[in-house]
Every structure is written in structure tokens, then in C-alpha cells.
């Protein structure tokens, strides 16, 4: 957490409430982000950040200190948007599982790795299939750049999974980006 933010949230605890506009102003485009990624909805996603910092305003004295701020609210953000995405229908993707095992790491880096206008656009499509939870994951690791033990504690889960959901998740878009050609 950064040194200054344990003193606003001591702030606004003691009533100075214009003070949480600092954490709107320092981590509302982020959360944003991920949930925009999320639920594939600018206006929907607007409304959810809004849930979001509502519930972090409301909870705010729960706040223990013991991760850093972006963390805690990164953890909110993503529930928000698992919880609302839940009530919705989505579509189960398939994939066969001889594709699984045909595809090795050099493939997926190398594939990855290609900034070529058609891999780029090859790579949106196949984000676009995956679903939330998975866009997410892509989100956090690679776009916020946060490290698998803060992805394992925004996401409740244990390092080892996040690492085997993450290794996933770059096979599947592999197999996703070579289904399109």
C-alpha cells in the first residue's frame, strides 16, 4: 500500500468522506479496465465500477491492511463483475482434447509473441471467446502487469492454480487464433 493511503483511509473513516474521491481518481481506470474486459460492456461496466467503489467505500473499515490497496480493491472488482456475469446466460466454449495436447510452449510463445496486424486481431477475436473469468486472468497478468501471487490473492485462489489456469488460458488462445485461419 502506498505509505500516504493508510492515512486517508484513517481520514475517512473519521468522517472526511470527499477523501475517497483520491482511491476514484487513482484506481477507477484500472478497475474499469478489468471489468470492461470482463463483461465485454463499456456501459455495463461503468455501472459495475460504480458497485464497485460503492462496495469498497462501504467496506472500507474492513480493510486490514495486509495486501496493498489495489489488491483489495482489484479482489472487489472482480467479484462484482463475477457476480452480475453469473446471473447471465454465456456460451460454454469446447475444444477438443486432441487439440490440448498437439500444442507445445514454443507454438504458444511464438504465436503470442507475433505483433503482426493479423495476429493482433487473431489474438482480439480469441479474447473475446474466452469467457470472464479467463479474460480476467489475461487481464491482470499481462495488461496490469501483476504478479501471479497478487492475481492468486485478487482471485481467492492458490498460486499453483492461478499459474495451471494461466498456462490454460495461453493454450487455449492459441488453439482459438489457429481456428480462425
Known amino acids: 500500500m502506498k505509505p500516504n493511503e493508510s492515512h486517508i483511509i484513517a481520514r475517512i473513516l473519521s468522517g472526511k468522506d470527499e477523501e475517497f474521491s483520491y482511491f476514484l481518481d487513482t484506481y477507477g481506470q484500472q ?3 478489468l471489468i470492461v474486459r470482463m463483461v465485454s460492456s463499456p456501459e455495463y461496466a461503468e455501472e459495475l465500477t460504480q458497485d464497485t467503489f460503492l462496495k469498497a467505500y462501504r467496506n472500507l473499515g474492513s480493510f486490514a491492511g495486509g495486501s496493498r490497496f489495489s489488491t483489495w480493491i482489484y479482489r472487489i ?11 447471465k446466460k454465456e456460451e460454454v466454449l469446447v475444444i477438443d482434447d486432441k487439440q490440448w495436447e498437439r ?30 473469468e479467463e479474460r ?3 487481464a491482470l497478468f499481462y495488461e496490469e502487469e501483476k504478479s501471479i501471487d497478487e492475481i492468486a490473492h485478487i482471485l481467492n485462489q492458490s498460486v499453483g492454480n492461478v499459474k495451471v489456469k494461466l498456462h490454460r488460458i495461453r493454450k487455449k488462445l492459441y488453439i482459438l487464433m489457429n481456428q480462425e485461419e
Open 136 to 138: 480476467a486472468i489475461i
Open 77 to 87: 472488482a472482480y467479484n462484482t463483475a463475477l457476480s452480475a456475469l453469473r446471473k
Open 103 to 132: 500444442v507445445s510452449e514454443t507454438e504458444i510463445d511464438e504465436a503470442l509473441d507475433d505483433d503482426s496486424e493479423s495476429r493482433v486481431a487473431q489474438l482480439r477475436t480469441a479474447l473475446e471467446k474466452l469467457p470472464p
Open 31 to 33: 478497475v474499469f479496465a
